[in-house]
C-alpha cells in the first residue's frame, strides 16, 4: 500500500511564481525524500529531511517536515518551465532502506 | 560512470511469454531496487536486494522472479507474462549507508 499521498494531485502556475506540493503519510518514518520525475524518464534524488528536522534547503527547494501531522512539504521558488515534472516523496523506516513512494503531484508551470 | 543502465526501454509481450528485463549499475551499489509505475499509482516495490546473493520481496512481487549473483547486475525475470504487468519499470541502485536512490531510465513494457 502506499505510504504517501500528495497534494494535489496536479497544480499549473505561472514562471516565477513559487510553487507548494503537501505529502501525508501513514507510519513513523526514519527519513523523508523529494524526487523529480520528468515525463519519460527516471526519478531524480531532490532532497532528503530526517525525522529529526524539521527544515531543510537546497537551491530554490524547501522541505518541511511535521511528524506530529506526519507530513511534508515541498516549496519550489521562481519557477521556472524546466520545473515542469511530477514530484514524489518517498518515506523510509527505522531498520530498513526501502522506500515507499506517493503517488505524485504533477506540476506545469506556464511560460 | 553510466549509472543505472537497463534494457530494453520498450517490449512488447504476448500473454504466456516470459522475459528478463536487465539492470546494471557501475557505482558499486549494494543496495538495488525494482519497481513498477502505474498510471496514478506512484512507484511500487516488486524486490530488492541488499547485496550479491540476497534478494527479498516487495510490496507486488507476484510474477515476477529476482536474482542477484554479481553487484552490478540485478535482472528482473516474468515468468508468464499477464495484460496486469503491463507498466513502465524502473531499477535503482542504493550507496550503502546513504538512502538516496539512482533510477534507471525504465522500461515500458506491454502485454498483450
Known amino acids: 500500500s502506499q505510504q504517501g499521498e500528495e497534494d494535489p494531485q496536479a497544480l499549473s502556475i505561472q514562471e516565477g511564481e513559487n510553487a507548494t506540493m503537501n505529502c501525508s503519510y501513514k507510519t513513523s518514518i526514519n527519513n523523508l525524500q523529494w524526487y523529480r520525475q520528468n515525463s519519460g524518464r527516471g526519478l531524480v534524488h531532490l532532497i532528503l529531511i530526517r525525522s529529526n528536522e524539521r527544515e531543510k534547503h537546497s537551491g530554490r527547494l524547501r522541505v518541511t517536515l511535521d511528524t506530529s501531522k506526519k507530513s511534508s512539504s515541498l516549496l519550489i521558488t521562481a519557477s521556472r518551465a524546466a520545473d515542469t515534472a511530477s514530484y514524489f516523496c518517498?518515506?523510509?523506516?527505522?531498520?530498513?532502506?526501502?522506500?515507499?513512494f506517493g503517488t505524485g503531484t504533477r506540476l506545469t508551470i506556464i511560460p | 560512470n553510466a549509472g543505472v543502465t537497463q534494457t530494453p526501454k520498450f517490449q512488447v509481450l504476448k500473454t504466456g511469454q516470459s522475459m528478463t528485463l536487465q539492470c546494471a549499475q557501475d557505482?558499486?551499489?549494494?543496495?538495488m531496487s525494482w519497481y513498477r509505475q502505474d498510471p496514478g499509482m506512484g512507484l511500487r516495490l516488486i524486490h530488492y536486494?541488499?547485496?550479491?546473493?540476497?534478494?527479498d520481496q516487495g510490496e507486488v512481487p507476484n510474477g515476477y522472479n529476482v536474482s542477484r549473483s554479481t553487484t552490478e547486475d540485478f535482472p528482473l525475470r516474468l515468468l508468464s507474462a499477464a495484460p496486469s504487468q503491463t507498466s513502465v519499470y524502473f531499477c535503482?541502485?542504493?550507496?550503502?549507508?546513504?538512502?538516496?536512490?539512482?533510477f534507471g531510465p525504465g522500461t515500458r513494457l506491454t502485454v498483450t
Open positions: 557505482m558499486n551499489h549494494e543496495y
Open positions: 518517498a518515506t523510509t523506516n527505522f531498520g530498513n532502506e526501502k522506500l515507499t
Open positions: 535503482a541502485s542504493t550507496k550503502d549507508g546513504s538512502y538516496e536512490q539512482y
Open positions: 536486494s541488499v547485496g550479491a546473493g540476497i534478494t
